[in-house]
């Protein structure tokens, strides 16, 4: 504890005597101070403990001591000592009154004790309880160290609660809650997501001091990571503001946190060049290679069924598909796979990113809600403004080992569509399952079907036959004359004439089944109704 009021009154060699504010005396100084001006408050910065002699004072004028007082007490001056026996042999009523009406500590210090005791025995208080604190930190270091070292972030976050007597909570990259100490305290820590999620959007380190849930307690919240985006957060929340002890414990807890959540350089690079391997294996055709490789670091991965996401920026440029680029993606799908405890197989291909995720997992789940955040305009927090609005991804169908070349090629087609499509994911099933004409609003089938057509619109125009349409309705009757000119309430033989000036204007034969099929894509591409 710091020295207070209480403790110096205490000291059996000052011999202070208190004159008033006795009430008060718990309040903790943070210096003594001697200053005989008239209005020493510019050179005070409050905590103060101010010695006088009322060398410049007139002590005994009530409404002078009545503002002098008011102006300590306004600077934030804990306590005033009077030493008697100098200027004045007792202390002045006025200046009695004063400090009782305000409630400042007023001390009375004998003429045998010099101001310089006081100074040192506020002076040695405080050193005695920095070098407590000191202490008290290295030993909670030790602590923190040997349960981030035995027990992991959890029995770390323990530790913690107890050396700051309240709770702590981490939370990974997306913001969600990973552990919390003591248990009760996992509720309280969900309710402060949206202020971690506002801490992330900030370059690391930072902080910020909030009001806990329902005002319950005062929660610092702390990035972790050594990045530029910060990869976990931690939450301390006690009754009231940390003391030094407490201060050291908590940047104790950062450090070892940081740590223990950021994997070094050296072996997130491994990890890849390892993952880049299996990946080719797969690829190659050659999965029980990949599964001796991955062995214990993806080999359940590759023993249940799989999708094949590959991810690029929409301008496939290299720029745009760095770490920046897709790193809200692979930050999504890495924290999602790590709180359902599955593996998940991330490997940077250039200007692209291509994850194997188990089938119905929560990888795959986690990349379908940040692509649908994306799709409908609602910012993910640290990529609001950057490039991650220009991602487009394909996934693939559920897939086994054998099977990933072909699963890798889904993925690409469906990666495919979702570009020319403008959208951010495509699934493979959804193209199986769906209609080939959205296909068609290409550009470049488009230019073909306009080329194609061109001739037998010209025609029209010159109002010598309605020639489009009698090829249309034709195609849609398979060829049957009567009911496709029943269709267009022409004579069958007028639709026979229609036909051969179509192949003799194209100069192809409607008998081709290539061409009958070219021409039927070209009129739904220019006319899909």
Not at 56 to 69: F, I, N, S, T
């Amino acid at each position: 504890m710091p020295p207070t009021l209480a403790s110096l009154v205490h000291h059996s060699a000052l011999k202070l005597t208190v004159r008033a504010g006795e009430d008060r005396l718990d309040v903790p100084v943070r210096w003594a101070h001697v200053s005989e001006l008239a209005d020493p408050v510019p050179y005070m910065e409050g905590g103060e403990l101010l010695l006088i002699t009322a060398l410049k004072l007139d002590a005994e004028d009530p409404e002078a001591m009545r503002r002098y007082v008011k102006r300590l007490v306004g600077a934030g001056v804990v306590g005033l000592g009077f030493a008697v026996g100098v200027n004045y042999d007792d202390i002045p009523k006025a200046l009695v009154d004063a400090a009782e009406e305000e409630g400042l500590p007023l001390l009375e210090v004998p003429r045998r004790t010099p101001f310089l005791a006081i100074s040192k025995a506020v002076s040695a208080a405080i050193a005695a309880d920095q070098y407590r604190a000191v202490t008290a930190g290295f030993a909670a270091q030790r602590e923190l160290t040997k349960q981030a070292l035995n027990a992991g972030p959890e029995g770390l976050l323990g530790a913690l609660a107890a050396q700051v007597d309240g709770w702590a909570a981490l939370y990974d990259a997306s913001g969600a809650v990973v552990a919390t100490a003591p248990e009760w305290a996992g509720r309280r820590a969900a309710r402060l997501t949206a202020e971690v999620e506002r801490l992330r959007e900030r370059p690391a380190p930072a902080s910020s001091v909030v009001g806990g849930p329902d005002n319950e307690d005062r929660v610092e919240l702390h990035s972790l990571g050594t990045g530029r985006r910060p990869r976990a957060a931690l939450a301390v929340g006690t009754a009231a503001a940390l003391g030094t002890a407490e201060r050291y414990a908590v940047h104790s807890a950062i450090a070892l946190l940081t740590l223990t959540t950021e994997r070094s350089r050296s072996l997130h690079a491994a990890e890849q060049r390892v993952g880049a391997a299996v990946l080719r294996m797969l690829l190659a055709g050659e999965p029980d290679h990949a599964r001796a490789v991955a062995g214990d670091l993806y080999g359940g991965l590759l023993d249940a069924p799989f999708r094949v996401i590959v991810a690029e920026s929409a301008t496939g440029s290299a720029a745009r598909a760095d770490a920046d680029g897709l790193g809200g993606i692979v930050e999504a799908v890495e924290s999602a796979a790590a709180r359902a405890g599955e593996a998940v197989l991330v490997v940077p291909e250039g200007e692209r990113l291509v994850v194997l995720a188990a089938d119905g997992g929560a990888a795959v789940s986690a990349c379908a809600a940040y692509a649908a955040a994306l799709e409908a305009g609602r910012a993910v927090p640290e990529q609001a403004a950057g490039d991650e609005e220009q991602l487009v991804v394909g996934l693939s169908a559920p897939a086994g080992p054998i099977a990933a070349a072909a699963a890798y090629k889904q993925a690409e087609q469906a990666l495919s569509v979702a570009r020319r499509r403008g959208r951010v994911l495509v699934e493979h099933e959804q193209l199986a399952a769906g209609s080939v004409l959205p296909l068609l609003a290409d550009d470049a089938v488009k230019a073909f079907a306009d080329g194609l057509l061109r001739a037998l619109h010209e025609h029209d125009a010159t109002g010598r036959g309605d020639l489009v349409a009698s090829l249309r309705a034709w195609l849609s009757r398979h060829g049957q004359w009567d009911a496709a000119a029943a269709d267009l309430g022409v004579h069958r033989h007028t639709l026979r004439y229609r036909m051969r000036r179509v192949e003799e204007i194209l100069g192809r034969s409607l008998d081709d089944p290539d061409v009958r099929m070219e021409l039927w894509l070209a009129l739904k591409a220019t006319s899909p109704e």
